[in-house]
């Protein structure tokens, strides 16, 4: 099978989820490209643009962890994130994802999670941190919080912590006034801030962006908050700024994609799709190896 096959074939058999960007468009569409975006859409469109059927956005292009490579990263039909290795002379490359390896292979992750400052629940000497980026609007997220919320109450050695990942696009306008709202609700009551998660969780399709902040606040009552002092809190141009450093966080550990969830650095995508008993097992596993 050829290259641009693989990469049709994985792009559409892979579950959709909901990612971190835009919706796709055609590349030869997009605008404003640099010289780099520009020569990928090239090699995408000569690889590709047989196919009508087949839209693609470049989500990102950086230097690779592996000498001489270029990472390319690639959306193809809103699916799964595509990761390209390039050549230096352009005229090759991989399809696939680095991912940690050796004896201790999430230790990086780890550290970088040690920055993990939003709400948290369960244990306060955990053997197993999980720590979940989250878009309120997503539906895939409503469903793996659902089973992160489980798996704590199964689990006295879990503890969980959320962090607010607001997604970029039109089907998710309004999801960065509730990564606000959360931001605020985690640091005024802690206690409350899970009953107002899976409040928002519940009405996910009935808000709407130009009613949002009115329903935010009265599922935020409901939850026990003083509604003005929250309400001022989101408005506040510090909420903002600490939505965008969990992002920032959930970035720089690779984070395309939510639901990502993080089980003592291991990540684990596409959570929502998981059985429950798979997951019982990866917690049992790693807690078992804390810290290793």
């Known amino acids: 099978m050829n290259l641009p096959t693989v990469a049709a074939a994985l792009a559409l058999a892979l579950p959709a989820g909901a990612w971190a960007q835009a919706p796709a468009r055609p590349g030869k569409t997009a605008s404003a490209k640099s010289s780099r975006e520009a020569q990928l859409d090239t090699a995408l469109t000569r690889m590709l643009g047989h196919d009508p059927s087949l839209a693609w956005r470049i989500l990102s292009i950086r230097p690779s962890s592996f000498p001489g490579l ?14 390209f290795f390039i050549s230096p002379d352009q005229k090759s490359a991989i399809i696939g994802e680095e991912v940690p390896f050796g004896p201790d292979p999430f230790a990086s992750a780890r550290a970088k999670l040690r920055r993990a400052d939003g709400p948290a629940r369960g244990a306060d000497r955990p053997s197993c941190v999980i720590v979940e980026f989250c878009d309120l609007a997503s539906k895939e997220c409503r469903t793996a919080h659902a089973s ?22 039109e089907a998710a306008s309004w999801s960065a006034m509730a990564a606000d709202y959360a931001d605020c609700a985690g640091r005024l009551n802690p206690d409350f801030f899970w009953k107002f998660a899976d409040s928002i969780f519940q009405s996910q399709e009935r ?11 009265d599922l935020a009552a409901a939850a026990g908050y003083d509604m003005a ?17 969990s992002v920032d966080l959930g970035v720089s550990l690779g984070v395309e994609a939510v639901p990502a969830v993080f089980i003592n650095g291991r990540k684990v995508m596409a959570l929502d799709l998981i059985p429950y008993s798979h997951l019982m097992r990866l917690v049992v596993f790693e807690s078992d190896r804390s810290g290793r």
């Open 70 to 83: 270029t990472e390319a990263v690639v959306s193809i039909n809103k699916g799964a994130p595509l990761h």
């Open 148 to 169: 992160l919320q489980k798996l704590a109450g199964d689990n006295p050695g879990v503890r969980i912590i959320f962090q607010p990942f607001p997604l970029q696009g």
């Open 207 to 217: 808000l709407r962006p130009e009613t949002a902040d009115d329903e935010l606040r």
């Open 229 to 245: 002092r929250l309400s001022a809190c989101a408005a506040a141009p510090g909420t903002r700024a600490r939505v965008k450093r």
